[in-house]
């Protein structure tokens, strides 16, 4: 059964950092991994999908990579602002037609 | 389009009592997915229907709960009997075809059962 995991689960940083957020996953053989946005008391928003032929996507400050073969995937943001503060969530989906494992999500604060 | 959109935001009941959550999905998405987020947890698939037709319902804690999608523009999931336990955030989202990756979320239902 895939297992996916975040770390760490809560991160505060001081505006205009870069950061980087981790999610690991214990079956490679995935279809695709995506990173959510989850604002307080609100549902999720996809930011980044990347399928397993890919090794990184881009949006903006948001970059996403994904190694495969280590079960990794890191979700960089650069130059962070107070707006970015939010849980972050990956999840991986293990073939075309199975359903989303979600990570418990890293927490990040962005203080100015 | 209005996003997907849950009813009621937040519910509050009594241990023992009957709660219907609601979700209208995305107009033209045809798969449905109820999941339950807790702090323990995390976020967890209950069900998930395509075309109305529940696909893989494994999620589902037990006999208490069960959901129906009698059409594609609406969606619920019903606890009876309620338990403290089951208080979490039940979140309802969509998506166009079962192979398409990105989900849209509804904003959730706050359950509190004392």
């Known amino acids: 059964k895939q297992e996916v995991t975040q770390i760490p689960a809560a991160l505060s940083v001081p505006e205009g950092e870069n950061l980087v957020l981790n999610c690991s996953f214990t079956?490679?053989?995935?279809?695709?991994l995506q990173w959510f946005r989850q604002d307080p008391g609100k549902g999720l928003t996809s930011l980044l999908l990347?399928?397993?032929?890919?090794r990184e996507q881009t949006s903006g400050r948001l970059n996403a990579s994904l190694d495969k073969s280590s079960g990794r995937s890191t979700l960089y943001i650069a130059a962070s602002q107070p707006g970015d503060s939010a849980t972050y969530l990956c999840?991986?989906?293990?073939?075309?037609?199975?359903?989303?494992?979600f990570g418990k999500g890293t927490m990040l604060l962005v203080s100015p | 389009d209005a996003g997907v959109i849950q009813s009621p935001r937040h519910e509050v009941t009594e241990m023992g009592q009957e709660v219907t959550l609601r979700c209208k999905p995305i107009?033209?998405?045809?798969?449905l997915f109820w999941y339950r987020q807790t702090m323990m947890r995390g976020l967890e698939l209950l069900i998930y229907?395509?075309?109305?037709?529940?696909?893989?319902d494994s999620g589902m804690p037990e006999d208490r709960f069960s959901a129906k999608m009698p059409n594609a523009s609406f969606s619920t999931l019903k606890i009876q009997p309620s338990e403290p336990r089951d208080s979490a955030v039940y979140f309802c989202?969509?998506?166009?075809?079962?192979?398409?990756?990105?989900?849209?979320f509804g904003s959730g239902t706050q359950l509190s059962v004392l």
């Open positions: 079956d490679s053989a995935i279809y695709n």
């Open positions: 229907f395509n075309n109305n037709v529940p696909i893989d």
């Open positions: 989202a969509s998506s166009f075809g079962r192979r398409d990756e990105k989900l849209f």
């Open positions: 107009s033209g998405h045809n798969s």
């Open positions: 999840a991986v989906k293990d073939s075309g037609y199975s359903t989303l494992t």
């Open positions: 990347i399928q397993s032929s890919q």
